[in-house]
């Protein structure tokens, strides 16, 4: 069994300035990254530092920024939008306006609906330019799939692919740290059979986990997806990250001193003082996670590649339902998983945390007739 995944870090216009990960003498190589055209746009220095990625060995996956606009009320040009993909990657995403009504919140929160027709035709506006100005033959440009209920996803999918071929789609969860959301728009994509997926800001390794699993039962060729998580400064993050995955301590800052030294190679080459007494601490820091990040990504493939039985069991107790819900989905479709999942569903903790009308399937229309 081939792994059909891959896990895209977002490459920060900050981080960028002072590390990077894609040339073979950086101090690890991976050759994969995103970058949002969003910022690209807004910042040509980070252009500049994105264009020795090499295109020819990985994936440089272009965020269209369709989402940064749509929450800061501003306008890209999709012809802009497009040239900086071309510019900078081999593959990208449709300048999308997500269904986001000001009143709302940054997840929705149930406002997709009145937002619902002018959002997927301006969406179609701007697929359709930009298919007509791409100019590199080996671009991949790929449509996005929005809404909120499953009936606006379906319909959402149902218009946008009518404005010329994609050669993938990507998936937009929300909450992405609802695996449930995930799981659904995971098998909502395999019943449309969708070949090439691309799954937005996954930012924990449970969510990684789901890909994971569902990328090695897909009968698609291969689903990436991307995380910030690695290069979210900030204290809090910094903290949760190290403990997370080096076991080291709590409270880092404090604490640091004096532990044993961590094996990776950016702590191995740039030492632990940097993270304490260096101001590009940070930037090291993010590096050390990412880095952390790639290997559990590694070691998760290999456990589900070796020992499918060793997944079941190293996954969290209360996440098998998510898991059983994704198989019973790809098997049977998503109308009768959801029907079949609705309790578990319904009393999933993280079910608590999302928005209303998610989880209202069959029958329902909710904007999007
Ligand atoms: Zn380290």
Not at 243 to 264: I, R, Y
């Amino acid at each position: 069994m081939s792994m059909k995944n891959v896990y895209i870090p977002v490459a920060g216009s900050t981080l960028c300035q002072q590390y990077k990960w894609w040339r073979e003498n950086d101090m690890f190589y991976y050759p994969n990254a995103l970058a949002s055209a969003y910022y690209l746009l807004k910042e040509p220095k980070f252009v500049e530092n994105m264009l020795d990625f090499p295109l020819d060995k990985g994936i440089m996956m272009c965020d269209s920024g369709g989402f940064q606009a749509v929450t800061q009320q501003e306008r890209l040009p999709p012809q802009d939008v497009m040239a900086v993909e071309e510019k900078c990657g081999n593959r990208g995403l449709i300048l999308d306006v997500p269904p986001y009504s000001f009143g709302g919140t940054a997840m929705f929160g149930g406002s997709a609906a009145e937002r619902f027709e002018k959002s997927v035709k301006e969406t179609c506006e701007n697929a359709e330019l930009m298919l007509q100005k791409r100019e590199k033959k080996n671009f991949e440009l790929f449509g996005v799939i929005q809404g909120e209920s499953e009936a606006q996803k379906r319909k959402w999918f149902e218009i946008v692919s009518k404005v010329g071929e994609f050669e993938g789609w990507a998936l937009s969860p929300k909450p992405s740290t609802d695996l449930f959301q995930v799981a659904s728009h995971l098998i909502l994509a395999e019943e449309l059979g969708l070949k090439n997926l691309h799954v937005l800001q996954i930012g924990n390794i449970s969510g990684m986990m789901a890909i994971k699993y569902f990328a090695s039962m897909s009968k698609g060729d291969l689903v990436t997806f991307d995380s910030s998580t690695a290069i979210r400064y900030g204290s809090h993050l910094r903290r949760m990250i190290i403990s997370l995955f080096t076991n080291v301590t709590l409270k880092f800052s404090d604490d640091f001193k004096g532990t044993p030294m961590c094996q990776c190679p950016v702590c191995k080459t740039l030492g632990f003082d940097i993270y304490i007494n260096d101001p590009k601490g940070l930037r090291a820091l993010a590096m050390h996670n990412l880095y952390e990040i790639l290997s559990t990504s590694n070691n998760i493939d290999m456990i589900l590649q070796n020992d499918k039985e060793e997944f079941f069991k190293i996954r969290a107790g209360k996440m098998a339902p998510v898991y059983r819900f994704l198989e019973y989905g790809l098997d049977k479709g998503l109308d009768k998983a959801a029907d079949k999942f609705r309790d578990k569903l319904e009393t999933s903790t993280h079910i608590h945390q999302t928005q209303r009308g998610i989880f209202s399937f069959a029958g329902e229309t909710n904007g999007a007739q």
